[in-house]
């Protein structure tokens, strides 16, 4: 595996998206990239299956075929990097606890990722997205990268290995969308509560190892209800001035990696609530959810 410096003193700055799944991340990874500071890449953590898979980038074409993505792996050639041999997404954990240990104050988990592989090796995986993400902004001129990756653990690595250049939009949305959601795609409802909770948990520790001027919290209610005052928000966040157009779903001239089917169905440019759940929730269900403390 290619390993990257842990230590990068670019300048470039990464918002990242932390968001349980079916919350909405990929709109909202969609309408920042519509801003013309912003270069939204959707989740990078899946770019390596997707590229060596010939998976499809949401312009339309296979990922190793598009020519944003060759852009961005010539910059990265000129660094010793390439995108075919480069792991971006992390080892799945044995446990909860291994999970926990990334949220850890930063001198004990550097003393446990010095003894536990998994973890090390998570670094640099880490430490090759953030690579990924200056060759995008070479390529695009621009200096701010949105990564809609969500997983807790990803973040807290990216705010360790360049502490000062990382903001976070935790996005959250009611429970019982998600856990809906995750019914519709297969899932008991019974079993994606716990699931939805068990996540619920791991965004608190995070939330508490980042700075409050780094972290802003949104609700994909409030972000299809009113665009305008979330996106106000936002852009005065991340310090770029506010653009009518991150208030729109475009899907054109995007290279979205993963998400949800939207990014690929181009005619449709509406902001939709999702609030589904109330109609297809039953009553046991939702006293489920209730009595699950959520």
């Known amino acids: ?10 300048m470039n700055q990464v918002i990242y998206i932390a968001a349980d799944s079916r919350s909405g991340s990929t709109l909202l990874d969609l309408m920042l990239g519509n801003h013309d500071s912003m270069v939204s890449v ?30 961005v792996e010539s910059r990265l050639n000129s660094r010793s990097l390439s995108l075919d041999s480069l792991k971006t997404l992390l080892p799945r954990s044995k446990s909860m606890l291994t999970d926990l240990a990334y949220f850890l104050p930063a001198r004990m988990f550097r003393y446990i990722a010095n003894r536990n592989a998994s ?5 640099n995986i880490a430490g090759n997205n953030l690579e990924i993400l200056d060759a995008v902004c070479a390529t695009t001129n621009t200096r701010i990268a949105v990564d809609s990756s969500k997983v807790p653990k990803l973040c807290r690595l990216y705010n360790l290995l360049r502490p000062a250049n990382i903001k976070t939009i935790f996005l959250v949305r009611d429970g019982r969308g998600t856990c809906n959601s995750r019914k519709q795609h297969g899932l008991p409802f019974p079993k994606a509560i716990p699931v939805w909770l068990s996540s619920q948990v791991k965004f608190f520790f995070l ?51 993963c ?10 440019t509406d902001i939709e609530l999702d609030e589904s759940w109330r109609e297809k929730l039953s009553k046991k269900e939702l006293r489920q959810f209730n009595y699950s403390g959520a």
């Open 1 to 10: 595996m290619t390993r990257v410096n842990a230590v990068n003193h670019s």
């Open 42 to 71: 959707g989740e990078l953590r899946r770019l390596a299956e997707h590229y060596n898979g010939y998976l499809a980038c949401t312009c339309g074409q296979s990922v190793n075929k598009c020519d944003f993505w060759r852009d």
């Open 207 to 257: 939330r508490l190892t980042i700075p409050r001027s780094s972290r802003i919290t949104v609700r994909y209610e409030d972000m299809c209800r009113e665009p305008t005052l979330v996106m106000e928000k936002i852009c005065g966040f991340v310090g770029v001035p506010f653009q009518e157009e991150c208030t729109k779903l475009v899907k054109t001239d995007k290279h979205n990696i």
């Open 119 to 123: 973890i090390a090796e998570a670094e």
């Open 259 to 268: 998400g949800s089917p939207l990014r690929f169905d181009k005619g449709s």
